[in-house]
């Protein structure tokens, strides 16, 4: 291609297109350089000069059963020739079939879904359900979260993303310290401690917020993007209870932590607690398609059988979407993959209790399945991070060398603040493992030249 006397190739092509007629998120728009992806495999993405990245947070975390499977796109071809539209008004096989199943794998009595296109619609129109059901208005979620980044969902969370808009943000939303063990805000010596104090802290804000006026609590299924901060044993359990005695419902996040990540099909069945609501997307097509979904209990759903349902969206129950779903939960099924999940997460904390040893900068290393995340700090008696919290552009020096240090090594993974993340697709095999934490390894080596200890 010829632009004035200058020959461009494809590639740069493309890649120009991209820049100068886009918009990518949560990044200033000039001076970009985005991997300019051809093709994706398994594990593994390609660009356009044909070097290899191995995929160690399943890009958004959310593509759970690896790149390029077959059996999704047989199924979204299928459907496309049978309906690709109709309006949610109308009832189709895929759409019956896909709630059928999911009312069979969810936790509890979790029975109806509300299908949306991705997971700040499920949480928008969970928030708005909560207060329509409850007649209540305020809402509790966590400092240390992330919902989503429409007006509703980034209010709920505590993301510092949200810092921008927060001006504008949904009233009413109240926010509680998360069970951080690693820097626990009680100072205790246990992670149940821990647990239990902000059970107290979270049943003390609901009486000084008047307990009747609070419609809903929301919490990830398992922490992601703030931390992969566990949850301790019996925690989300007693956030149940304390819900149940003020007659307030209880929000599962699931859209990152969903669908076999976290070695279960849902992070909440860690912890043997039964929702109230659960929002779910990313895994449920393992990215491949656009599809989230709001699913409630039965005693929920009744209560709109004689009112109308408050909730519409253009696109809800999108067939071709619901097909892609379907498929994929096939996926998990017929290849164990959360039974995978489970087993390649404790190796992963295996091998990264070696890095330990030869990483003074690990501070701390918390993982669910393949939720994971590497904390590092600059000395583990001080828990000091090698970049603080929110860091100015300024403060960034260690986190960016690393970031470009996994790029330059073939690595699509996150980088954020101190936290390097650890979320491959569920397909992974311990070799892949071992093949990524060499790449990370060679990452931390950086962090270690600021280690103060």
Known sequence: MEIGATVVSEKEQILQNNLNHTLFSWSKQG?????????????YLYDRSGKRYIDFS????????????????????????????????????????????????TPGNLNRTFFTLGGAEAIENAIKLARVYTGRHKIIAQY?????????????????????????????????????????????DSPEKCGEMAARNLEQVIQYENPDSIAAIILEGENGSSGCIKYPLGYWKKVTEIARKYGILTIDDEVMSGFGRTGKMFAV??????????????GLTSSYLPLGG??????????????????????????????????????????????????????????????KQKHPSIGDFRCTGLLG?????KNRETKEPVTPWNAKPEAMEVSNKMAAK??????FTFVRWNWIFTCPPLCITKEQIDEGLEIISQAIAIADEYYEG
């Open 58 to 105: 399943s890009q958004l975390m959310s593509v759970n059963i690896g790149h390029g499977h077959p059996k999704v796109k047989e199924a979204v071809l299928k459907q496309m020739d049978e309906v690709s539209y109709v309006f949610p008004g109308m009832a189709t096989k895929v759409r019956g079939n896909l709630g059928k199943k999911l009312a069979e794998i």
């Open 294 to 355: 709001l699913i409630v209990t039965e005693k929920i759903a009744k209560a709109f059988d004689d009112k109308p349902l408050p909730l519409g969206l253009t696109y809800s129950a999108h067939p071709v979407s619901c097909a892609a779903a379907l498929a994929t939960i096939q996926v998990y099924e017929d290849e164990n993959l959360v039974e995978n999940a489970a087993n390649m997460g404790e190796y992963m904390i295996q091998r990264i209790e070696e890095l």
């Open 269 to 282: 069945e860690h912890h043997d607690a039964e929702p109230d609501m659960m929002c779910v997307a990313k």
């Open 144 to 188: 240390r979260s992330y919902h989503g980044a429409t007006m509703a969902a980034i209010t709920a969370g505590g993301d510092p993303r949200k810092f921008a808009v927060d001006s504008q943000q949904l009233p009413n939303i109240i926010h509680v310290e998360n069970p951080y063990f690693y820097r626990c805000p009680w100072d205790t």
């Open 406 to 411: 996994i790029r330059e090594l073939g690595m």
């Open 31 to 43: 001076g970009l350089n985005p991997i300019n992806v051809e093709r994706a495999e398994g594990v």
């Open 373 to 377: 995340c590497i904390e590092l700090v």
